[in-house]
């Protein structure tokens, strides 16, 4: 503490209380509020109205990703995926090697294969005897009707059998999209964990209704708790990553908890012209504390030994006043770091200058 002196007067002349400059730690903080936050934590919301049937979580229960925690009345969902996946099967099997439409028109196809070969080889015969004058021009003219009859009907065979296999095709596609869709809007209707961790708060009943949307529950990573301060937006600019931050929580009266900053936020929240700066506790507390609003100090700059002041005794920012040959005196003095407490004196007065108390 500093040695505070009170000069002699006389009861003729009081003179104001002075006190002498002295060397001690000095630091620099800014002040910052907040709360405390569970690492990666998210709100768990709905993706379906409709009435809760079954709450498979209570608070505090460890989770892992995909675990169900709420489902949703779904049975007209689960009638849509049943026919979304018996039209599926459907469409698989007449695209299968067992397709009874497949399997016909491919018998159609061979067989008309099959005759426009024989027509062929019964025409160029026929032409080639006639070629050598045997044979009549009626029988030539049959054999080659009747070949180019088996070209059109082997082309419409080939032709229908390509079309159904398209058919299909994209009938089996459509089916498989349809029952990804059902399922994909069934599944909606079972409300899963996104990540390994802790459910901390549930907000839904079995019973009780939900919209798309809604909050049902509050998640996070198990153990780990994370600082979310906010600072005024004049002191943002001296907070910077890896600052030590000195925290106390109101759930832990005046314990102190350290903590380190590990990131700042660019964009002002308008409502209360603050910055968000999130901070990492250097030991964990005991118990999670969830939400809990805290207090905290963010170290700005720290200093042993060095010469300061009460900070009432400053004048103007950069003046005291010193009692010289038992007068009272303005002098300029250079200053460096301010608290709420103290100033810290550079230059132009020393440990040896009698500083008085009225220059506020």
């Not at 229960?61 to 039209?87: F, P």
């Not at 027509?119 to 160029?124: A, I, L």
């Not at 900053?261 to 409502?271: D, F, G, I, K, R």
Request: glycine share 4%; with cysteine; charged share 20%.
């Amino acid at each position: 503490m500093l040695a505070l002196i009170t000069a002699a007067c006389s009861s003729c002349n009081r003179q104001p209380a002075a006190v002498y400059p002295q060397k001690r730690q000095i630091i620099e903080a800014v002040y910052a509020s907040g709360k405390i936050v569970a690492e990666d934590e998210y709100n768990l919301f709905a993706l379906s109205n409709g009435r809760i049937i079954k709450k498979l979580v209570q608070d505090g229960d460890t989770v892992h990703k995909g675990q169900v925690l709420y489902v949703i009345y779904n049975d007209a969902a689960q009638a849509r995926m049943e026919a979304a996946q018996q039209s599926y099967n459907i469409s698989m099997a007449n695209r299968s090697a067992r397709s009874p439409l497949l399997n016909d028109l491919q018998l159609s196809l061979q067989s008309a294969n099959i005759r426009l070969q024989n027509d062929s080889v019964t025409y160029f015969r026929w032409k080639r005897l006639w070629e050598q004058q045997i044979g009549s021009k009626s029988n030539l003219d049959n054999t080659f009707s009747n070949y180019q009859l088996s070209i059109a009907q082997q082309k419409i065979a080939e032709q229908k059998y390509r079309a159904a296999m398209n058919d299909v095709e994209l009938s089996y596609s459509n089916a498989g999209s349809a029952l990804s869709t059902a399922r994909h809007d069934l599944q909606e209707y079972f409300i899963s964990s996104q990540a390994n961790g802790i459910v901390y708060q549930t907000f839904k009943e079995a019973g009780e209704a939900v919209k798309n949307n809604e909050i049902v529950a509050l998640m996070g990573t198990q153990g780990a708790r994370l600082l979310r301060l906010s600072v005024d937006q004049q002191d943002i600019n001296r907070v910077k990553a890896g600052q030590t931050v000195l925290v106390q929580a109101d759930v832990t009266g005046s314990t102190i908890f350290q903590a380190v900053v590990t990131q700042l936020y660019p964009v002002m929240n308008e409502a209360d012209q603050t910055f968000r700066v999130d901070a990492r506790f250097l030991q964990q507390p005991t118990a999670p504390y969830i939400h809990s609003s805290v207090e905290a100090n963010i170290i700005i700059q720290k200093k042993s030994n060095a010469l300061v002041l009460p900070r009432d005794a400053l004048v103007a920012k950069d003046s005291v006043y010193v009692r010289l040959n038992r007068k009272k005196k303005k002098t300029w003095v250079k200053t460096g770091i301010l608290t709420l407490d103290y100033v810290e004196i550079l230059a132009g007065i020393d440990e040896s200058t009698p500083v008085l108390l009225t220059g506020k």
